[in-house]
Structures are given as structure tokens and as C-alpha cells.
């Protein structure tokens, strides 16, 4: 007897049926939304990204077409630049280059509109192919610029945030502290007030001990660098509680002073202090008596500022008008120069 075998189902799919239907069977329509949601709120940011990027990529370079090669060409602060050389350059460097410059600007090449460029040109290098003319005018752009006071020295000033760390100091003839005088209301005010007086403390002389900022906390803060006490905000507080604030100190560094006392002390202090970079939670090894630093800052400003009109005034001797006139000359007759020109000779 003949044995019948069944036949089993065949695995693979039949031919009217899809050979990934099987496989896609978890696809279902609450997660294809799903799906749908997320790459929308996935790809979306990323275009905008994008396009921001392409944005900014194109807005660089429209920059860089308006860049001084393309003719916005900025006004020569120096003579050295008005002339396109290095201020170590010999005397025979810039008469090329003062010869060079005048082959484009000479009036009978260029005209009338840079008859005035080709007349600062001829005193530019008259100032430095002479010795002493140019070791007068070197001197001169070595003068500080806040070399004169503030000539307001009433009890309120304007305000500006100290510099960042590693930053150079700059006086600039106003206390560093802000200053809320004319804030205070007329029941908190004293002698002290009346007298249009300010606290300092000695930051060298500081120990750290927080009774000053608890007294006056409108007033004084410890700094973040150094962690020591510093007037932030004149007349924050109360005069009884400045009063408080300098009778706490354990080690006498908080005073009463002048404006003019304040706005020195304050800057020599941040000379100091920043000369010294971040000292937190160390103290000082060798103390330094700040009214003596005072003192001779004052001193070397004094003899900076006589040494810097007289520079000024030699220098401006040769250009017959003072070197302000001079840079609005030349700012002037930049402007008559047609922008290829321009371009050309000074770019």
C-alpha cells in the first residue's frame, strides 16, 4: 500500500502576495504619523540651520567685496600709513614710496580732486625724510590719550564697566565706582554726605572678613578675582551704615576721601591688582603702602603730561597747524579722491 505523503505549506510567499508584506506587518498607521511628526520636527531646524549657514556664508562674502580691496579704504592714521610703509622704514624706502604714490595723485595726472592728497603728500614726506622732524613726530604718537583730568570734579560721574581680565588699565579721569550721591533720600544723609564724601578700601590691606559687605551691602562687594573688599556703588547705603562699615574693618583699610583722592586711588589699585593677576585665597607677600603708589603715580602723570605737549607742540611746529588739523586735512581730501584712485594709491 502505497504511502501518501502530505504536502507541507511552501515558506515563501505565493506570487500575488508582496515579498516584503511580511515584513513591513509592524507599520501601522498611528506610527507612520508617528514617523511622519518626528522627521518634520527633526528636518525642519536642521533646513533652517542650513539656510542660516548659507546666509551667513553669503553675507562673508559680500563682506569681503566691500573690503578694502574693493575700494573702502580706511583713513590713514599715521603718516607711516598715509605713505604705505613699515615706521622702521629708511629714508631712501619712503621717497620711493612718496614718489610712487605721487605718480597717481599728482594733480596733472589725476586733477584738481587730488591736488589736496598730493599737498599732505609732499608734507608727510618733508616730516620724515628729515631726522629731527621725524624723531619729534615718533614721539608724538606715543602720548597717552587720557593724559588730561576730567574737568568736572562734582560728586556724581558717568560710569563704565572695568576692563576683563588681562585687559589694560586705563585712566580716564573719573572715579572706577559707580556713584548714586544725588540718590540718597535726605533721612540717610550726614556731614559725610555734605562734604561730597566717598569710600575707598585698601584692597592690600584687605583680610577678607565680610563685615563691611554685611554693614553695606548696597555699597561694597567682594571681588570675584581677588576676593577682597571693593566699593562697587558710592552712597548705596545709608551714611550710618558706611559709618558701620568703616568702624567694623579690623584692620583700619576703609577711609574717607576726596573725588579727586578716590578717582587715583581707585586706579592705582587696579593697576596694582591687575598687574598681579588672580590672587584668590592668598595673601599679599610683600605689603605695599598704596598712598605711596598714589603719590608717584601722580607724579609720573604730572611729568608725562609736560612732556607730552611739548612733543605735541614740536611736532605740530612743522606741520604749521596741530595734528588734529592735520588728520582732518587729510580726511577731507580723501573724500575728493574718486574710489578706483582712492583704491589704487592707498590700499
Not at 57 to 65: F, I, L, N, Q, V
Not at 90 to 105: C, E, G, N, P, W
Not at 225 to 249: F, M, P, T
Not at 284 to 312: C, G, I, N, Q, Y
Amino acid at each position: 500500500m502505497a504511502t501518501v505523503v502530505p504536502i507541507s505549506k511552501s515558506p515563501l510567499p505565493c506570487s500575488t502576495q508582496s515579498p516584503w508584506s511580511s515584513s513591513l506587518s509592524f507599520w501601522t498607521p498611528k506610527k507612520a504619523a508617528n514617523f511622519v511628526a518626528w522627521t518634520t520636527k527633526v528636518a525642519l531646524p536642521l533646513a533652517l540651520l542650513f539656510k542660516g549657514l548659507q546666509r551667513r556664508a553669503t553675507m562673508r562674502h559680500c563682506r569681503s567685496r566691500t573690503s578694502p580691496a574693493y575700494g573702502s579704504i580706511p583713513n590713514p592714521r599715521t603718516l607711516y600709513d598715509f605713505l604705505g610703509v613699515d615706521h622702521r622704514a629708511d629714508t631712501s624706502t619712503i621717497r620711493k614710496a612718496y614718489l610712487a604714490k605721487q605718480k597717481m595723485v599728482h594733480p596733472d595726472v589725476a586733477g584738481d580732486n587730488a591736488q589736496e592728497v598730493s599737498m599732505l603728500l609732499n608734507s608727510a614726506f618733508d616730516v620724515l625724510r628729515d631726522p629731527e622732524k621725524r624723531s619729534a613726530y615718533d614721539a608724538s604718537l606715543h602720548i597717552d590719550p587720557h593724559v588730561e583730568d576730567d574737568d568736572d570734579d562734582g560728586p556724581t560721574w558717568p560710569w563704565t564697566a572695568k576692563e576683563r581680565r588681562g585687559e589694560k588699565v586705563i585712566y580716564k579721569g573719573r572715579p572706577r565706582s559707580r556713584s548714586l550721591w544725588e540718590r540718597v533720600p535726605d533721612e540717610d544723609r550726614g556731614d559725610r554726605w555734605e562734604q561730597q564724601k566717598f569710600l575707598f578700601i585698601d584692597e592690600l590691606k584687605c583680610i577678607s572678613c565680610w563685615n563691611c559687605v554685611e554693614c553695606a551691602p548696597k555699597s561694597i562687594c567682594m571681588d570675584a578675582d581677588h576676593v577682597r573688599a571693593r566699593v562697587y556703588a558710592q552712597w548705596g547705603n545709608s551714611e550710618d551704615d558706611l559709618e558701620w562699615a568703616v568702624k567694623s574693618c579690623p584692620v583700619e583699610c576703609i577711609s574717607w576721601v576726596s573725588r579727586q583722592e578716590l578717582q587715583v586711588l581707585e586706579h592705582v589699585t587696579a593697576e596694582h591688582m591687575n598687574s598681579m593677576g588672580c590672587v584668590r585665597h592668598r595673601p599679599f607677600t610683600k605689603p605695599t603702602h598704596l598712598p605711596h603708589l598714589a603719590e608717584k603715580w601722580v607724579e609720573r602723570r604730572r611729568r608725562d603730561s609736560e612732556m607730552a605737549r611739548k612733543r605735541m607742540a614740536l611736532a605740530s611746529k612743522h606741520f604749521n597747524v596741530t595734528m588734529e588739523q592735520f588728520q582732518q586735512q587729510l580726511r577731507s581730501a580723501m573724500l575728493k579722491l574718486p574710489p578706483d584712485l582712492r583704491q589704487a594709491a592707498f590700499s
